[in-house]
Each structure stands twice: as structure tokens, then as C-alpha cells.
């Protein structure tokens, strides 16, 4: 059984770009959730996808995007970069979308500049 | 937006010593979670609470939801090494769906 994996492990962009960040969910699991955390922080909740849908969003902008892929692997878009969007990206999935029993992978440290 | 405020922000302390943290909101919620998260990593759940009340273990950790349903314990008996890491509580809200609230986290550091 793998477990959830993101890549890359390490990003650096600048003000205005874009970046697509990329998560295998583990083995068997439909459900993939996004969420953001800023240094010395807790997590934030981006958004969750179920089976190839967005299921539920936290409060960010529309410029944060996202896909579900009918392997259940995801992807986070971000355009229009801001030096604000520095943080760690962490992706985890589950099976249904109770987030109690949802794994983590080791997230995308991006850095703007 | 919601908050939790999460209790100590870091911990020195002793091998063998006993470790608490809290996290206090001003708003009920349904479910309580508590996660440790090492260097590196995501965050692994330690601990789920579903009740007002309850009060679960797992091996050395003990959590309580509070009897408010505003607050939650973490308790780590006679700490070790590897307890080292950032610990955060997380909630559900009564009214919500799905979406969990994090605490900013407790980080602790075992002194030598």
C-alpha cells in the first residue's frame, strides 16, 4: 500500500507566475483535500475534491484551483502568484470526505519571490 | 473567521516529565482532533473525539473533549525523545459539513 505522495518537494517562483502542484492519493482512497500552511502555523483547508468533483471550499480566492483525475490523483493550481502564497502545500486523501481519517503527504514547501 | 487558540506555543521540558495543551474556541464544535506533525511531514492524527466529555487514550496520550464543547485537552505522560514535534488540535464546527479548524500549534522541545 503506497502512501500519499506530492511533488515537488520544493518549488521557487515569482510574484505573477503560476505553478501547478501535483498529489498521488494513497491506495484505494476517492477523496482528496488541499490545504495551505503558512510558517508557525496550523493548516488551512483550500478545498476538497470526490470523485473528480470540488466538494466543499475554505476561503480562498478563485485564483486557487483544482482537478481530481479518475485515479484519484489531484492537482493545485495557483495563478497570479503573491509573495502571501508562500507556504507548505499539503494534499491528503481519504476514502468519503470525513477528514478524521484523511493521510497526509509531505507537502510542497513554494517559495515566491 | 474561526479560531482556535491552542496552548502553550512551545513546551521545554524534561525526558520523563508530564506534557498538557489545550485549545480553547469561542464557538461548539462536534468533533475534536489532535495531530502531531514532525519535520518534514504532514501531520498523523493522534487522537479523534466525537462526544462532550469523552476522554480517549492511545498509549501515553490521553485527550478530553470538553464538557462546553468549546475546549480540548492533550495530555503525553512521561515524555520521550521522539514525542519531539508540533502537536495541533483541530476542529469541526456543529454547523459544518466537513471542514476542520487548526489550532497554530504546540511545539515541543525536549531539553538535553
Known amino acids: 500500500e503506497t502512501g500519499v505522495t506530492q511533488s515537488p518537494t520544493h518549488l521557487i517562483k515569482t510574484r505573477g507566475q503560476q505553478v501547478t502542484l501535483r498529489c498521488s492519493s494513497q491506495?484505494?482512497?476517492?477523496?482528496v483535500s488541499w490545504y495551505q500552511q503558512a510558517l508557525g502555523q496550523g493548516p488551512q483547508f483550500i478545498f476538497q475534491?470526490?470523485?473528480?468533483?470540488?466538494?466543499g471550499r475554505g476561503n480562498f480566492p478563485p485564483r486557487f484551483s483544482g482537478l481530481q483525475f479518475p485515479n484519484y490523483s489531484s492537482e493545485l493550481n495557483v495563478n497570479a502568484l503573491e509573495l502571501d502564497d508562500s507556504a507548505l502545500y499539503l494534499c491528503a486523501s481519504s476514502l468519503g470526505g470525513r477528514q478524521e481519517t484523511q493521510y497526509f503527504g509531505p507537502g510542497t514547501r513554494l517559495l515566491v519571490l | 473567521g474561526q479560531q482556535l487558540n491552542q496552548s502553550p506555543q512551545s513546551m521545554f521540558i524534561q525526558e520523563g516529565e508530564d506534557v498538557s495543551m489545550n485549545c480553547t474556541s469561542s464557538?461548539?464544535?462536534?468533533?475534536w482532533l489532535w495531530y502531531k506533525q514532525d519535520p518534514g511531514e504532514g501531520p498523523v492524527l493522534l487522537i479523534a473525539?466525537?462526544?462532550a466529555g469523552e476522554l480517549t487514550s492511545n498509549g501515553r496520550l490521553t485527550a478530553q473533549f470538553g464538557i462546553t464543547r468549546k475546549d480540548s485537552f492533550l495530555n503525553i505522560s512521561a515524555s520521550i525523545p521522539s514525542d519531539v514535534g508540533i502537536y495541533f488540535c483541530?476542529?469541526?464546527?456543529?454547523?459544518?459539513?466537513?471542514?476542520?479548524?487548526w489550532g497554530a500549534g504546540t511545539k515541543l522541545i525536549i531539553k538535553p
Open positions: 473525539l466525537y462526544k
Open positions: 475534491y470526490y470523485r473528480e468533483e470540488e466538494n
Open positions: 491506495s484505494g482512497h476517492n477523496t
Open positions: 464557538s461548539i464544535f462536534n468533533t
Open positions: 483541530a476542529g469541526r464546527l456543529t454547523d459544518s459539513n466537513y471542514q476542520l479548524i
